[in-house]
């Protein structure tokens, strides 16, 4: 499984866009790149995942370079709510099964 | 109706013993795993389960075993326990995707 390099820690005010950036520079061709969110004391919850170019849905958006050796996500106007660490993660997707791996994740903290 | 649910929530026990954490998923889906986060909050997959294929992580000791009874049901049994098995347990499942669904997840404190 390719190996993911995201920052430890990062702070933002309220109301500004958040980008994560994770490098994966041995991505695989067949390899999607996902990213969790997790909150004190719950599981982590999916957010977004993408392939190539730009994917965006209702709370984020996940832009992906041509060589898809690296990924960021970006969280518009963020809120107090939002504080929680971020994991990107790339794996295989095939049918049958999944087996994800997560990386240290990112621990946004958002200012008031 | 919560998608994955694991049971304890919390659970306390002395060393040495042995101790079960259960897991069920509505989802309908295939394939389930158990999870461990340390202090550091590393998340480390432990186990794989797919349609009654079980991956094994060699970095897990066999103290740790996964019993799967049925495809929606995926129950981790830890035995001896040790102080460093001392974490929280989660449990996931997926379907063909990328997507996993994780439960609340299952403190575990060896004293």
């Known amino acids: 499984l390719a190996k993911t390099t995201q920052p430890i820690s990062m702070d933002s005010y309220e109301g500004q866009e958040v980008n994560i950036t994770c490098s994966h520079n041995?991505?695989?061709?067949?390899?999607?790149i996902t990213w969790y969110q997790q909150f004190p004391s719950q599981g982590p919850r999916f957010i977004i995942q993408g392939y190539k170019t730009k994917v965006t849905n209702e709370v984020a958006s996940l832009f992906i370079p041509a060589d898809r050796k690296s990924s960021t996500l970006s969280l518009p106007r963020v809120s107090l709510s939002d504080t929680a660490v971020y994991y990107c993660l790339v794996g295989m997707h095939s049918g049958g099964y999944q087996k994800v791996t997560f990386g240290t994740g990112t621990k946004l903290q958002v200012i008031p | 109706d919560t998608a994955v649910s694991q049971t304890p929530k919390y659970l306390v026990t002395q060393m040495g013993n042995d101790k079960s954490i259960k897991c069920e998923q509505n989802?309908?889906?295939?394939?389930m795993y158990w999870y461990k986060q340390d202090s550091k909050k590393f998340l480390k997959i432990m186990f794989s389960?797919?349609?009654?294929?079980?991956?094994i992580n060699e970095t897990v000791p066999n103290r740790f075993s996964p019993k799967s009874p049925d495809k929606a049901h995926l129950n981790l049994h830890i035995n001896s326990l040790e102080l460093g098995d001392s974490a929280v347990y989660f449990c996931a499942s997926s379907q063909n995707t990328a997507e996993a669904f994780f439960g609340q997840g299952t403190r575990l404190t060896v004293v």
């Open positions: 389960y797919n349609n009654k294929e079980l991956i």
């Open positions: 041995n991505i695989a061709t067949n390899d999607y």
């Open positions: 989802l309908g889906h295939d394939t």
